[in-house]
Every structure is written in C-alpha cells, then in structure tokens.
C-alpha cells in the first residue's frame, strides 16, 4: 500500500507579463538573468560548525532568472525572488541576514519543513495500534508542528546540489519526539527552467507511525517586510473547513464554507473580512484554519489549492497539491521582530499556505488516515507556482 502525501513544494514561478511593452526592458530574457544575482545572502553569514555537521547555503537559479537561497540547516528557504509586472524581482519570503538567526529562533519556521507531524495533536497525545504515546506540549497543552526541535532545527544531509536541485534526506529516530519508528525522510527541492520550484516527499519507517510534512514558507507578494498582507487577492479552492475550539483545535466537524469569512471560493482580499464578527477568526486571531480541498475523482495529480495575486504589482501565487487539506494562516502571531535588511514583520506581514492532512487527525477518526506502515512509501508533492497578471 502506497500513502500519497504531497508536500512536495513544488513553487512554480512563471514569468509571463503580458503588458504592451512585452519586448521592452520589463522582459527578462536568459541571456539578461544568468550573469548576476538578485540575492544579497553572503555565504559566509550561513557558514557555520555544528556538532552534527556543516552548515551551508546554496543557491538555485533557473535560465529565467529567478532564484533561491537555501541552508541545509532545517533545509529552510532564505530567499525567493521573483518579479511583478514591470520586471522587478522581490525576495518574496520572510527570514533572517545570518544562519545564528534561525539557530537562536527556534520557535520560527520560516521556510522550513516541518514533521514528523504538521500542525497541531490535541493535548500532546495520541493512541495508535493500543498504544498512546505522549508527545511534548509546545502550544498551550498541545503539540504543534511535531516537536520543539523539529525538522526545521536539524541538520539536513545533502546528497544532491546542482544549480537547479538540492536533495535532502534525514532519519528521524525512534522516540524522537515521542513518536514511534525510525522514520527515513527524504525530499528534492528543485528550481525548473518551467519555473517551478518543487518539493516532493518520500518516507519510510521501520514501525507504524504518523506522518503529516508540510512546508512553512511566509510570503508576502509585496516584498518581505514591506507591510502587511491585506491588500492581497485570495482564492481557496474548498467548500468545507474544519472549525477549531479556543485553543485551535478540530472539534470534528467539517463545515461549509458559505455564507462565512472562510468563503474562499469567489476571490476576496484578505483584509476585508478579516476582524469580521465571526467565532472562528476570533479564536485564532484571524485565518489559521484548515480547509477541505476540493478534489477531482480519481486524479492523483497536484490539483489546484489557492491563488493569490496582489493587484498593485502583478505577482500571482498558485498552490497545488495532492494533499486533502491546506492550512491558510494569516500572520497573527507576527510581532514586529526584526528580519532581512533590518525590516520589521508586523502582524499580518505575511501568509503561509500549507498543504497538508488534516489537524489532529491522530485524534479524529473521521479525518484523513495520517498513519505509515512499514513496507508503505509516503510521498507528496506541492507546487507554489508564479506568474504576473498584467
């Protein structure tokens, strides 16, 4: 039996501006791209002797000229560029100058994959095959996000670096955070002359765990640091959410989008309904919710999750996944911290679409099985895909 699971993040940046001037200097051609770079991440900044091994950053670009830092330190996204209607490129995800920032942070999850488990376990605590298994409570008396020195705070292996693909692997051990079985992750990274960048997933464990990976990249399509998010155009392709209780929790049920702020399916900003009279986003501060994607019968493939565009500059985000789920948050937590070039990421400076299974499925039987067997293979793939609306 295979387990697909698809946080493959598979980030597709399409340059395609269909302005007047498609011959002016707004395009960008291969031969303009290839000889300079966007980024301002100095390499020494991300060097650095740990006990398990060296850190290192690496940069992927494609013949377009966009382009990503990455750090095997949490396997982390740095940067991200990628233009808007006019041609200019923006670092388009949130992070810091130097790799002492994300060490000494460990409660941030910019650009990182996250497991064993994404998201949050009710009460620290799940039960599978008769026995319960107590995790560590890092969000109120839940767990989120795995573990407090989950994926995103250890040190990945490399077996693969080219100028357009990384391929990472880590073994997560048994009891590692509570959780059962030896679990062998391993996961590509790649930056496409299509102008994706992908993620694909494959695990294995040698006993019957839980498995949910995602990816944790803030976006702001305005520029990291530049504001707030609100003013960005939001679609979700889901007629159903999963409500959550005070401490945000799935109480069970699978409810209807419509009629509510979480009525994603016809385009709205994200700031309009934000502060809105409405339990749900009083509970969590705003959007952090999950929603129930909807699916096409029989397609394995990456189906389309989310778009969002900015209609100031032009720059539009499509999310795919073969993932049931995915989990829009909308920046509450942000507290004004300092990150790149010394700007502050206010609250709401950014949105994080994770792909996923379901929040607490350990716990809720009506939910999305999370459960990996030895012998069983784990994959998922994710796509953020860029293009410009002119």
Same mark, same amino acid.
């Given at each position: 039996?295979k387990?697909?699971?698809?946080?493959?993040l598979?980030l597709?940046l399409?340059?395609?501006?269909n302005?007047?001037?498609?011959?002016?200097?707004?395009? &960008?051609?291969?031969?303009?791209?290839?000889?300079y770079?966007h980024s301002?991440?100095?390499?020494?900044?991300?060097?650095?002797t740990?006990?398990?091994?060296?850190?290192k950053?690496?940069?992927?670009?494609?013949?377009?000229?966009l382009? =990503?830092?990455? &750090? @095997?330190?949490?396997a982390?996204?740095?940067?991200?560029? /990628?233009?808007?209607?006019e041609?200019?490129?923006?670092d388009v995800v949130? +992070?810091?100058?130097?790799?002492?920032?994300y060490?000494?942070?460990?409660?941030s999850?910019?650009?990182a994959?996250? +497991?064993?488990?994404?998201?949050?376990?009710?009460?620290?605590?799940? &039960?599978?095959?008769?026995? &319960?298994y107590?995790?560590?409570? @890092?969000?109120?008396?839940?767990?989120?996000?795995?573990?407090?020195?989950?994926y995103?705070?250890?040190?990945w292996?490399?077996?693969?670096?080219t100028?357009?693909?990384?391929?990472?692997?880590?073994?997560s051990?048994d009891?590692?955070?509570g959780?059962?079985?030896?679990?062998?992750?391993?996961?590509?990274?790649?930056?496409?002359d299509d102008?994706?960048?992908?993620?694909?997933?494959?695990?294995?464990?040698?006993?019957?765990t839980?498995?949910n990976?995602?990816?944790?990249s803030?976006?702001n399509?305005?520029?990291? +640091?530049?504001?707030? /998010?609100?003013?960005?155009?939001?679609y979700?392709?889901?007629?159903a959410?999963t409500?959550?209780n005070?401490?945000?929790?799935?109480?069970?049920?699978?409810?209807?989008?419509?009629?509510t702020? =979480?009525d994603?399916?016809?385009?709205?900003?994200?700031?309009?309904?934000?502060?809105?009279?409405?339990?749900?986003?009083?509970?969590?501060?705003?959007?952090?919710?999950?929603?129930?994607?909807?699916?096409?019968?029989?397609?394995?493939?990456?189906?389309?999750?989310a778009?969002v565009?900015?209609?100031?500059?032009?720059?539009?985000?499509?999310?795919?996944?073969?993932?049931p789920g995915?989990?829009?948050?909308?920046?509450?937590?942000?507290?004004?911290?300092?990150? $790149?070039?010394?700007?502050?990421?206010?609250?709401?400076?950014?949105?994080?679409?994770?792909?996923q299974?379901f929040?607490?499925?350990?716990?809720?039987?009506?939910?999305?099985?999370?459960?990996?067997?030895?012998?069983?293979?784990?994959?998922?793939?994710?796509?953020? $895909?860029?293009s410009?609306?002119?």
């Amino acid at each position: 039996m295979k387990t697909y699971l698809t946080l493959g993040l598979a980030l597709t940046l399409l340059y395609s501006c269909n302005s007047k001037n498609e011959s002016s200097e707004a395009s &960008t051609s291969a031969e303009d791209t290839t000889n300079y770079t966007h980024s301002t991440m100095e390499e020494s900044n991300f060097t650095k002797t740990l006990p398990e091994g060296e850190v290192k950053l690496y940069r992927l670009k494609n013949a377009n000229g966009l382009e =990503m830092d990455v &750090t @095997n330190f949490g396997a982390r996204v740095i940067s991200l560029y /990628v233009p808007d209607r006019e041609g200019n490129f923006e670092d388009v995800v949130l +992070g810091y100058d130097n790799i002492d920032g994300y060490i000494n942070t460990p409660n941030s999850y910019y650009g990182a994959p996250i +497991g064993r488990f994404g998201n949050r376990i009710a009460n620290a605590q799940f &039960t599978l095959n008769g026995e &319960t298994y107590d995790l560590e409570a @890092n969000n109120g008396p839940n767990n989120l996000h795995g573990w407090p020195g989950g994926y995103h705070l250890v040190l990945w292996e490399v077996e693969e670096a080219t100028d357009q693909k990384l391929v990472f692997s880590y073994l997560s051990k048994d009891g590692q955070g509570g959780f059962p079985g030896n679990l062998t992750v391993r996961m590509t990274y790649e930056l496409t002359d299509d102008n994706e960048f992908k993620i694909d997933y494959e695990a294995e464990t040698d006993k019957a765990t839980i498995v949910n990976l995602t990816h944790h990249s803030f976006f702001n399509l305005n520029g990291a +640091g530049n504001g707030d /998010v609100l003013n960005h155009q939001m679609y979700i392709n889901a007629d159903a959410y999963t409500p959550v209780n005070k401490v945000l929790i799935p109480t069970g049920e699978v409810a209807p989008v419509a009629g509510t702020p =979480m009525d994603f399916t016809t385009p709205h900003l994200i700031g309009e309904r934000v502060d809105a009279n409405f339990e749900q986003l009083q509970f969590a501060g705003g959007y952090d919710h999950n929603w129930v994607l909807n699916k096409e019968e029989g397609n394995p493939s990456p189906q389309l999750a989310a778009t969002v565009i900015v209609p100031e500059n032009g720059r539009k985000m499509e999310v795919y996944t073969d993932e049931p789920g995915v989990q829009f948050y909308g920046g509450n937590f942000l507290n004004g911290e300092k990150g $790149k070039g010394g700007k502050n990421y206010i609250k709401r400076g950014a949105f994080c679409l994770e792909t996923q299974h379901f929040p607490d499925s350990p716990n809720q039987p009506n939910f999305p099985s999370v459960v990996l067997n030895p012998r069983e293979t784990y994959t998922q793939t994710c796509i953020y $895909k860029f293009s410009v609306e002119s």
